[in-house]
């Protein structure tokens, strides 16, 4: 008996990026065929768990409460003019869209009576928005705007062509305003920064699908279709019988390979139905761990549980740590998307005349309450207890000062310090990770007749309630002492992004960081004070001889070093 058989097995299908498309006859271009690129990442955000997570969570946090000014702390008016020209609707949107494709689309609308004034800005959905070809000086001076790229020759998707930013003066149209960043190669359309990720969302995706039907087809790896009286067929009719059954069939929806055996007319038919394979499982655990794994890193998460991903340690990191990661993300992550989308509605208010102030996100972290009533109303409210535990550590840090002892010791010097004087003078200080009190401990930088201690200064009323508490409590602390405790929450919520825990020596009563206050909006610093023994004379060999710079170590013929007055200044003056 005769029994041939031409047996060819379906494979999944790949996707490649679609190409930039420029239509030279309608003078726009689109971001992959029907402007299909963008719809391929909506569809990795709604189909991979991982990506959709990390989406979400950068969104939430880019706007945090929202904006505010820091320049005008307490008042709300100029953050309520800023949202009365773009809504807070509006301004999310915007968010998203910078987080999903690295690219906002904004339309910007003159006010009818004056058009060198801003009337309002509204979003627009930047897949919806392409360019214009650019012209002979590389300027893109129009964009085109459909509700349906796909389907452009349909009622209501028709493209309508409207004047870039900044060329609109001629027109009654709106504006629209595109910002992207750069990028080396893109003229057109910028890639999100987890480019790279995307496939390994899709994957994931894939991989979902296939868990499910796996299950549905029960555990089947695959299927043997049969065409009898089929091997005479031409290629032509074979492919075309191929392609509808991979239609149907194939992909991770069936979650199977399938064969297609082509038979003559004597041949016995394989029997075999469905391949079983019931490890199949366990072959792809790699893969959802290498996606996962892939997508954390394309999106720079510092930690995945700050983004909402279970790992299999589950809860071991530590809130020190946590809020070292988290910190660390809003740094080099969430801030320069900040400043991205800030930028752009800084460039056009500017354009207009108008100030927006140092305008930034208010982190979720931050106190509530917009004035300073609010604020203190906030405070008041308060439990005794929940009170008394947040400032037990605050507590903690002032029991390591101390007050020194004017019979045994004399001031000789109150001097402003420097960070890169210290590290030269006393880089050799070995520093432990938490404080314990050691009131009139002997510190590394003391010497056999002096002691070096550090005191809080400035404004003897401050805003916040550390600051009021260090002042009044008139002590000096030794350097080892104030590094400890920034590892604890002595002045919780006024740290990096409103964080628990910072660098009390760096950042003092800390507050509000931005472009105008890099380092906080604490108006306190550190002075260095120096003791020596009554009766003594300090070894003009010492270190410590070149800190000194008053006119009483001159007449003691010490060395006098000009100090930077970086640590000395308060955050809120640092420039």
Known sequence: MSNKSDIRVVNFSNYNRPPVVENKTRNWVLNGRNNEYYQYIIDRNGGSTTNSSINNSYKTLTYGKGIAIHDEEFDSQGV?????KISKNDQKAVITDGQLFGEIALQINRQSGNKKKLATINHLAKNKVVPSIKDEDGIIRSYWYSEDWSKIYTKGNEPVEYPAFGFGDDSDLPEIYVGKPYQPGKEY????????GLVYADLEEEISNFYINHVKSGLSFGSVINVPNSYDWDDEKKRDYER???EKLTGSSNAARVVVAFNDMNSEPIKVDNIENNTAHKQWDFLVNEARQQLLTAHRATSPMLVGVSTSNGMSSTA???DTMEAQLMKRVIQPKQDF???AYKEIFEYFGEDTGDIYYRPLTEIEGETKEEVEEAKE??????????HDHLEEFIALGEVVNRLEFDLIDEIEIDYDEENQLFGHLQLATTGTARPNSKSVQDGEDFIVRYKYVGN?????EFCNKMIRADKVYRKEDIIQMGSKPVNKGFGMDGADTYSIWLYKGGGLLSTAFPGGTCKHKWNRVIYLKKGKNVDVNSPLAKTISTSEARRRGLKVQTNDSKVSVAPHDVK
């Open 80 to 84: 309520k003019d800023f949202n009365e």
């Open 460 to 464: 003897p009323v401050g805003e916040r």
């Open 381 to 390: 409210v308060k439990s005794d207890t929940v009170e008394l535990a947040e």
């Open 320 to 322: 020190d740590e946590m």
């Open 244 to 246: 509808k059954i991979k």
């Open 341 to 343: 989308i800030l930028d």
């Open 189 to 196: 359309f910028t890639d999100p920064d987890y480019q790279a």
